[in-house]
């Protein structure tokens, strides 16, 4: 997919956003940020997730 859209390094910035999509199911579904972070909202979870794609395919 990344290298579809053009990212520059497709491998290495996969391992990234897996990494980055791993940590933040592991804070939302089992909780390790609950008590000092609260739920994000949809536009939140947009925001950062097309944030988080334009960093990969610029890199």
């Known amino acids: 997919m990344l290298a579809a859209l053009?990212?520059?390094h497709p491998a290495e910035t996969a391992d990234l956003f897996v990494a980055w999509t791993d940590g933040l199911l592991y804070d939302r579904l089992a909780g390790a940020l609950e008590e000092t972070n609260p739920l994000p909202d949809m536009a939140e979870l947009t925001t950062v997730t097309r944030r988080m794609l334009l960093a990969a395919?610029?890199?």
């Open 6 to 8: 053009g990212a520059p």
């Open 57 to 59: 395919l610029s890199t």
